[in-house]
């Protein structure tokens, strides 16, 4: 009988019951959220399935995000900018390029929707943060999970990079959600219901220029956005020559799903209560969620000036998808717009804009990298 109880005190002892603190409890219980909001509500499912997962494994397990764990080797080649640059080439690979050849002002859009970015850096330093880790946590506001670990990364402030991660994917998965209210506020209804004239059809010849033009350009002034931009264009090149369709469909495809798994799982695992509920986490945030806010706003505001401008042939909703949650700030866009309008269609046309923002972000990313002289 002894030897019985024994026995199963040692099996209760090994539980993760007799481990877990209150903290693992609440990190497990926003886990359950976050796979309710993915899998019930279909909120970027390909995103927050695995973040959420891996939330709950690390918060019911540790040692699997500890060194010689399994999700600490995925982590390793987040810390090492390898998935976050794969991701990039993924998305190149899947994307159309076209509406912002066909519209280049949509640069301007993209550009307007970075003042996020930089006004969350000015936010930061005054709640604390030091100069480089307040960079790396204003990328949050770009909407862009890759890049906002690509330059934590860089900029060693490898100690963020969960909450970073994890603000920024959430954010992204929450698009549909944070910026409809932002949209409606700035604009009018009439603003809304605002169609726009038809993109010009852009030639074989110019798709496959843009990629290697641009690449051109923006590494020649930043060389250290080569793995980010580098990336983004040489998917699209493969898009585009048309001469390469199986590396095309395996960037787009195989490889970006792996990428995506491993990317997502070891974000997740990155918060741990003992690492996650901490008072700069939620600084993070809250600053991730201020950012993400003033971009959708700032190029929603840079839309009405261009609308203006232009007579009223640009509709201002557009300008939301100045972030670069590719493609589905374009969609909400597409989604206002339709409430107002049934017969409305913007969605190509916020497609530059959102292109313009993967690019804008990156490109911000590289000044950050240049005044601290990283490479």
Same mark, same amino acid.
């Given at each position: ?7 199963? !005190? ?13 903290? =693992? ?10 796979? %309710? ?20 494994? $690390? =918060? ?29 080439? !993924?998305? !190149? ?37 030091? /100069? ?36 920024? %994917?959430?954010?992204?998965?929450? $698009? ?7 949209? #409606? ?50 998917? =699209? ?19 970006? %799903?792996?990428? $995506? ?18 008072? /700069? ?30 007579? !009223? #042939? ?29 017969? =409305? ?28 002289? $990283?490479?």
């Amino acid at each position: 009988m002894e030897y019985i109880t024994s026995t199963l !005190g040692n099996l209760l002892q090994q539980t993760a019951f007799c481990s877990l603190t209150w903290g =693992n409890y609440l990190m497990i219980l926003i886990a359950c959220v976050f796979l %309710y909001l993915a899998i019930a509500k279909e909120y970027e499912p390909l995103l927050l399935v695995p973040i959420s997962f891996g939330m709950l494994l $690390v =918060n019911m397990y540790p040692p699997i995000m500890e060194e010689g764990g399994l999700l600490h080797f995925f982590y390793l080649m987040d810390e090492w900018s390898i998935l976050p640059s794969l991701i990039f080439l !993924g998305v !190149g690979a899947m994307t159309d390029f076209g509406p912002l050849i066909a519209n280049p002002i949509s640069f301007l859009l993209g550009a307007a929707a970075q003042f996020g970015i930089f006004g969350a850096y000015i936010m930061a330093i005054l709640m604390g943060f030091g /100069d480089k880790a307040a960079a790396a946590i204003s990328i949050i506001g770009g909407a862009d999970g890759p890049t906002s670990l690509f330059l934590a990364s860089k900029l060693g402030q490898t100690q963020y990079m969960g909450p970073i991660a994890v603000a920024a %994917y959430s954010y992204m998965s929450l $698009v549909p959600i944070i910026q409809p209210p932002i949209m #409606k506020l700035l604009t009018t209804e009439e603003e809304r219901k605002i169609k726009m004239e038809q993109l010009r059809p852009v030639s074989k010849l110019e798709r496959i220029l843009f990629p290697i033009v641009v690449t051109i350009v923006v590494v020649m002034i930043l060389p250290s956005t080569a793995p980010l931009i580098g990336m983004l264009m040489l998917g =699209n090149l493969f898009r585009e020559s048309g001469v390469v369709k199986q590396l095309t469909e395996t960037a787009s495809n195989a490889l970006m %799903y792996i990428v $995506v798994i491993l990317l997502g799982t070891s974000v997740g695992a990155t918060t741990s209560a003992e690492a996650f509920l901490k008072v /700069d986490t939620l600084k993070i945030v809250a600053l991730g969620l201020i950012a993400f806010a003033v971009g959708t706003a700032s190029g929603v505001l840079f839309g009405k000036l261009m609308c203006k401008l232009s007579g !009223g #042939k640009i509709n201002p909703l557009i300008g939301s998808a100045g972030v670069s949650a590719v493609p589905m700030a374009a969609r909400v866009s597409q989604k206002v717009g339709a409430e107002a309008d049934p017969t =409305n269609f913007l969605l190509m046309h916020a497609m530059g804009p959102n292109v313009a923002g993967v690019i804008g972000t990156a490109v911000a990313a590289g000044v950050f990298m240049a005044i601290f002289g $990283v490479h």
